[in-house]
């Protein structure tokens, strides 16, 4: 059973403090999302890649957010520094062309915590 | 795509009632729809989707109607049960056709 798998499923950290997520997508799966997830917001759109190219990262706070995709079996989204607003949860998801038909799939998510 | 509005943000029903959530998208060259349903500290999952040449799709207790002209899509749940209790979330294309847009969500809760 293929599956998106995302690394810490938990982090609290202090402001200021370096914050580093990992996903590894489906294999196959040309596309990843980083996803953020709160309350007031529900699900906001990142950054995406399609075959490890960035396509858009204008969902993300460019001052402190980067993603990358140093290999088809890595994605990463890092914070620097962390503040409190950034505390939600951070889903990724893998898919071939979702935004055509097919599926988005999610990993587990990583719930930040900043205090 | 591009903006999704979803309503309610909440539905509280009685278990057997029906459930109908609505969203509305902004781009009508959108063609793809999913719901996604994520169950409290879970993962959102593809529970159905449409596409644009089909009005209607049914899987079981829960259906998708597509609106293309009014540009609006819902899901309806029939006979709902407690463990149908989750966030909806709805979904269109963004107006590249490259990523999913998703609606706020909808939290749904079934007592019995």
């Known amino acids: 059973d293929a599956r998106v798998t995302q690394t810490p499923r938990h982090k609290v950290t202090e402001m200021g403090q370096e914050v580093t997520m990992r996903c590894q997508p489906i294999?196959?799966?040309?596309?990843v999302f980083w996803y953020r997830q709160t309350m007031m917001q529900g699900l906001e759109l990142l950054a995406y890649?399609?075959?490890?190219?960035?396509?858009?990262d204008s969902g993300m706070p460019k001052d402190r957010f980067s993603a990358e995709m140093p290999d088809a079996t890595l994605a990463t989204l890092k914070i620097q520094p962390s503040e409190p607003r950034d505390s939600a949860v951070y889903f990724c998801?893998?898919?071939?062309?979702?935004?055509?038909?097919?599926?988005?799939?999610f990993g587990q998510g990583t719930r930040l915590t900043v205090v | 795509g591009e903006n999704v509005e979803q309503h309610p943000s909440t539905l509280s029903v009685q278990e057997g009632d029906s459930a109908v959530i609505k969203c509305t998208y902004s781009?009508?060259?959108?063609?793809?729809f999913p719901w996604y349903k994520q169950e409290l500290g879970k993962r959102p999952q593809l529970i159905i989707d449409?596409?644009?040449?089909?009005g209607e799709k049914k899987d079981q207790r829960i259906a998708v109607t597509l609106n293309k002209t009014a540009k609006h899509f819902s899901l309806h749940i029939t006979e709902t049960q407690p463990e149908d209790s989750a966030v909806y979330f709805c979904?269109?294309?963004?107006?590249?056709?490259?990523?999913?847009?998703f609606g706020k969500g909808t939290t749904l809760s079934v007592s019995s």
């Open positions: 998801a893998s898919g071939t062309v979702p935004g055509r038909g097919t599926e988005a799939f």
């Open positions: 294999l196959g799966h040309n596309t």
């Open positions: 890649f399609r075959n490890r190219a960035p396509l858009d």
């Open positions: 781009d009508s060259a959108s063609n793809y």
């Open positions: 449409i596409r644009s040449n089909v």
């Open positions: 979904a269109a294309p963004n107006q590249a056709g490259t990523a999913l847009i």
